[in-house]
């Protein structure tokens, strides 16, 4: 008969065996005394950690009574309502806080269409403190509908009614430029024998399609911000910026159409042709005169603008055709 594999409670239960026999004076064998003692040793170890477990949970199940969800601190918000932010953290007052991680409350904050960053905070017993930073707009792209861009061409979001924006609009764009490919597409499509060549150059087209136009809008979306904060905005209140591969630039005034045409312009020209034309208009306010159109891209001859305007009583078109006038020097401004 095979022997059985020892192990160390086998020890114990063959001395239960045998009978222990006293051997001087009735007392027992040191063979036989220690391994009680460490069996008593056992049993009050196991009984200890017992009650150490029932007080653990004990204290543990008051502490998830008490750390729930109790109150919502938002700051920094401007467009998104408070309710939403609180819903896109999927806690709601009375939700257990154990387990939850501030970083990720912080994602899917920075899903909502508004909000550019934001930080969370629990501070315990039961508060979950919200700090957002939301995106402000630029501009209003029009492209089959309106949408919200921030300064740096991103898609905030389209726009709604409930939505109070007061930017210039931009047109001339595709919004479909800007926002980015569904993820994985391109990727499908690469691995399939005879479309992946074709997969590749889509991707590749896309790609500079994409580049060129978020450089393009912020070009433009500058363009705006340099004209609302110059001396041209207190006398042409700016409505659009419109963008044409073949005319370049164009600012259209928000009261009544006047254009100013800067056409495919340079970045250090910018300056110059703010100044130009705000020189311009008001040379037609001293003659009594509103802007129709001026041309500002002639690189032949960068001083001159070719004008069209109307008395400023009249609403009609053009007096007397277009005509070209030469831009006053700085010093016999207004």
């Keep these: 008969m095979k022997a059985g594999k020892r192990t160390f409670w086998s020890h114990f ?69 408070v309710a939403a932010i609180r819903s896109a953290t ?5 939700s257990p806080l154990f387990g939850v991680r501030e970083s990720d409350l912080a994602v899917k904050l920075r899903a909502l269409p508004w909000v550019r960053e934001a930080e969370v905070h629990i501070r315990m017993p039961g508060t979950v403190e919200i700090s957002v930073r939301e995106h402000e707009p630029a501009a209003l792209l029009v492209d089959g509908g309106l949408w919200v861009l921030d300064a740096d061409a991103h898609v905030i979001k389209p726009l709604q ?16 430029d800007l926002l980015p490919a569904p993820p994985g597409v391109f990727r499908a499509l690469r691995g399939l024998p005879w479309v992946g060549v074709a997969a590749r150059r889509l991707e590749t087209a896309q790609a500079a399609r994409t580049t060129l136009a978020h450089g393009r809008t912020e070009a433009l979306l ?6 609302l904060g110059s001396d041209l905005a207190a006398r042409f209140e700016l409505g659009e910026v419109a963008w044409d591969d073949v005319t370049g630039a164009t600012l259209v005034a928000a009261k009544d159409g006047a254009e100013l045409r800067f056409g495919h ?32 891209d002639d690189p032949l001859h960068p001083d001159r603008a070719v004008v069209s305007s109307v008395p400023l009583q009249q609403s009609g078109g053009p007096v007397g055709g277009p005509r070209a006038i030469a831009t006053p020097r700085p010093q016999d401004a207004p």
């Excluded at 006293?22 to 063979?31: I, R």
């Design 13 to 81: 239960r063959a001395q239960r065996q045998v009978p222990p026999t006293p051997s001087n004076g009735g007392e027992l064998e040191p063979s036989v005394f220690w391994p009680r003692i460490l069996q008593a040793v056992a049993a009050s170890v196991a009984v200890a950690l017992l009650f150490a477990v029932g007080a653990s949970y004990d204290v543990w199940s008051q502490r998830t009574r008490q750390f729930k969800v109790r109150a919502f601190s938002v700051q920094g918000q401007q467009r998104t309502p």
């Design 90 to 94: 999927g806690l709601r007052k009375g």
């Design 161 to 176: 009614a409930q939505d109070r924006v007061a930017v210039p609009m931009l047109t001339g764009v595709a919004v479909d």
């Design 222 to 227: 500058r363009l705006a911000e340099r004209v």
């Design 265 to 296: 312009y340079d970045e250090d020209e910018l300056d110059r042709l703010i100044d130009q034309a705000a020189r311009l208009i008001g040379v037609l306010q001293r003659r009594g005169e509103r802007l129709r159109y001026a041309l500002l």
